[in-house]
C-alpha cells in the first residue's frame, strides 16, 4: 500500500513539473503550434515521439506540444489525410488527386503511405502551418488575458491605451484577418508606441512596408505630422488601412506600390520608418533602400529600423516571421537578418549619426532592435 502511494505521488509531481515547464503565453503558443504541425504528418504512431523530441530540442510545453498533436484524432485524421494529400500533391505535380476521404481509413495507412507518402509530407507540413498560425495566436491571447496581461503594456498610461484603442477600432470594417491581426498588434507590439515617441512631431512622415497602414494611422490620429505617407505592396492589406484611415486625407495618404519603386519627395522628408522591412531583402538591396532613405532625409531628420538582430536569441520571433511568409501573409523574396551592429555600421557609413537601439519588450518580439540615426 506504501508503494502505491509513493508511485502515485511520484507520478503526481511529474505531471505537476511537466504541467508548469515553459509556460510563459509565446511558448505555450508556440508549443501547441508544433504539436499541430507534427498532428498534420503522416507519421501516425510516432506522432507522441516526434513531439516529445521537438518539445525537448526546443524547451517547449510537452502537455501542450501533446494537446496540439490531438488534431489528428480519428474524426479529424481523415480530413486531414485527404486535405495533405492534395495540397502536396498541387504543390509538387501541379495537380490534385483523385481521391475520396472516406479512402484514408486506418486499415488502408500502409497502401496510402506507399503511395502518396512524398505528397502527404510535404501537403501536411503546408496544412500544418496553415492551422498553426492562428492555433499560436488565440493561445497566446487567451493565456496571456488569463493572466491579466504580460509587461510589455504594464507601462501604458491612460492616454497611450485610448490611442491604441481608437486606432484599433478603425478596422473594425475590414476583413476578420486584418481586422484580428490590428487589435492584436496595437495591443501586444511594442513598436508603434516606440516609433511615435522616438518620432515626435514631424512634418513629412514615410513608412515604407507600412501593410495595413497601422503606424501611419495612429501617427496620423495623434496629430504627429503634417503629411504622412504610407506605401506597402500588398493591395488588400492598403485597402484595409484605406479604408480605416477614412476622414484623414489631409493629413495621411497609403499607396500601392513596390518600396524600392517609391519615389521619396524631392524636396525631402522629416522621417522615413523601416519597421520589419529590410530582412526580406538580400543585403544589396537592403542597403539600396538604406541609402535611398538617407538621402531623402532633410537636416535634422531621422531614419527609425526595426530588425531583428541576427546574434540574438529569436527563435520564437524567426519562427513566426517563416510561418508568415510561407503563408503569403508577409512577402519577399527571402529572409536575410543582419546585426544590429552591421546595420549602425551601414547607417554611419551613409553620414548619419546613430543613436540609442533599445529591444522590443514583448514576449513574440524576443530578438527585435530598434535605431535611430539622424541627419546632421
Not at 315 to 325: D, K, Q, S, W, Y
Amino acid at each position: 500500500m506504501r508503494v502505491a502511494r509513493g508511485a502515485t505521488s511520484r507520478v503526481v509531481r511529474l505531471a505537476s513539473r511537466l504541467w508548469r515547464e515553459h509556460t510563459s503565453p509565446a511558448r505555450l503558443g508556440l508549443a501547441v503550434a508544433v504539436g499541430i504541425i507534427v498532428g498534420c504528418s503522416p507519421f501516425f504512431g510516432l506522432h507522441l515521439w516526434i513531439g516529445l523530441g521537438l518539445a525537448l530540442l526546443l524547451r517547449l510545453n510537452k502537455v501542450a506540444v501533446f494537446l496540439g498533436s490531438q488534431i489528428s484524432i480519428p474524426p479529424l485524421a481523415p480530413l486531414l489525410g485527404f486535405t495533405s494529400v492534395q495540397v502536396g500533391a498541387l504543390v509538387l505535380t501541379g495537380q490534385t488527386v483523385r481521391l475520396e476521404v472516406d479512402a484514408f481509413r486506418l486499415s488502408r495507412l500502409y497502401s496510402l503511405l506507399q503511395q502518396f507518402l512524398l505528397d502527404w509530407v510535404v501537403g501536411g507540413l503546408l496544412v500544418g502551418l496553415a492551422l498553426a498560425l492562428p492555433a499560436f495566436l488565440i493561445t497566446f491571447v487567451l493565456v496571456r488575458a488569463r493572466r491579466g496581461g504580460d509587461r510589455s503594456d504594464s507601462g501604458l498610461d491612460d492616454r497611450w491605451r485610448r490611442d491604441l484603442r481608437a486606432a484599433a477600432e478603425r478596422y473594425r470594417e475590414a476583413p476578420p484577418g486584418h481586422r484580428h491581426y490590428a487589435r492584436i498588434k496595437y495591443r501586444m507590439d511594442p513598436l508603434y508606441r516606440q516609433v511615435c515617441e522616438l518620432l515626435g512631431q514631424r512634418d513629412r512622415i514615410v513608412d515604407l512596408g507600412t501593410g495595413l497602414g497601422m503606424l501611419p494611422l495612429l501617427l496620423a490620429l495623434r496629430g504627429q505630422g503634417e503629411r504622412i505617407v504610407g506605401v506597402d505592396w500588398d493591395e488588400a492589406k492598403v485597402r484595409s488601412g484605406q479604408r480605416a484611415a477614412a476622414g484623414l486625407e489631409a493629413l495621411l495618404e497609403l499607396r500601392h506600390q513596390d518600396i524600392r519603386e517609391h519615389e521619396l519627395d524631392e524636396a525631402g522628408v522629416d522621417a522615413v520608418v523601416l519597421a520589419d522591412v529590410l530582412h526580406y531583402w538580400p543585403e544589396e538591396e537592403q542597403q539600396a533602400m538604406l541609402r535611398r532613405a538617407a538621402e531623402a532625409l532633410r537636416p535634422g531628420g531621422r531614419l527609425v529600423i526595426r530588425e531583428t538582430d541576427r546574434e540574438a536569441r529569436s527563435f520564437i520571433t524567426r519562427a513566426l516571421e517563416a510561418i508568415a511568409v510561407r503563408l503569403g501573409w508577409n512577402r519577399g523574396p527571402g529572409l536575410t537578418y543582419r546585426t544590429a551592429e552591421e546595420l549602425r555600421e551601414a547607417l554611419r557609413a551613409l553620414g548619419l549619426r546613430c543613436g540609442a537601439d533599445e529591444a522590443s519588450s514583448s514576449a513574440v518580439h524576443r530578438g527585435n532592435v530598434l535605431i535611430w540615426a539622424d541627419r546632421p
